[in-house]
């Protein structure tokens, strides 16, 4: 059998691609020519990006003041609601307050997820 002399001298591996090879009728050493290439940009090369692109990692990058900001006004907020309710104020300021501190800290949340999407977006264009 030709595939048991074979075997002594070629490793499995090998085997298996020639033999996968010769089913889709293609030489082994022309299948290997066949994959698709991958391209990896590299960071060497100039990336041209677009001017939002630019705004968004500007303002939400990595050293962007927009997350300690939302942090400090939602901080703020809750601990003026805090005093509201120390000082016995009327219940519709300190439902105000509550509301305001709500939509703070929503806001400071979305800045922080919106920021990971701009990281991950210079990232895979290879400018951090």
Same mark, same amino acid.
Request: charged content about 15%; hydrophobic content about 40%; proline content about 5%.
């Given at each position: 059998?030709?595939?048991?002399? @074979?075997?002594?001298?070629?490793?499995?591996?090998?085997?298996?691609?020639?033999?996968?090879?010769?089913?889709?009728? /293609?030489?082994?050493?022309? !299948?290997?020519?066949?994959?698709?290439?991958?391209? /990896?940009?590299?960071?060497?090369?100039?990336?041209?990006?677009?001017?939002?692109?630019?705004?968004?990692? #500007? #303002?939400? %990058?990595?050293?962007?003041? !927009?997350?300690?900001? %939302? /942090?400090? &006004? @939602?901080?703020?907020?809750?601990?003026?609601?805090? &005093?509201?309710?120390? =000082? =016995?104020?009327?219940?519709?300021?300190?439902? @105000?307050?509550?509301? !305001?501190?709500?939509?703070?800290?929503?806001? @400071?949340?979305?800045?922080?997820?919106?920021?990971?999407? /701009?990281?991950?977006?210079?990232? #895979?264009?290879?400018?951090?």
């Amino acid at each position: 059998c030709a595939l048991h002399q @074979t075997s002594s001298t070629m490793p499995m591996s090998q085997m298996i691609r020639s033999a996968a090879a010769s089913v889709q009728g /293609v030489q082994p050493a022309r !299948a290997a020519e066949r994959r698709p290439q991958i391209v /990896v940009p590299s960071t060497a090369e100039t990336v041209q990006i677009s001017e939002l692109d630019a705004q968004l990692i #500007y #303002y939400l %990058g990595k050293d962007s003041p !927009a997350i300690p900001m %939302g /942090v400090f &006004a @939602t901080g703020v907020i809750l601990l003026s609601g805090l &005093a509201s309710f120390n =000082n =016995n104020t009327s219940k519709r300021s300190q439902q @105000t307050f509550m509301r !305001a501190r709500l939509v703070s800290q929503g806001i @400071t949340i979305g800045l922080m997820m919106g920021s990971l999407a /701009v990281q991950e977006r210079a990232k #895979y264009l290879g400018i951090q």
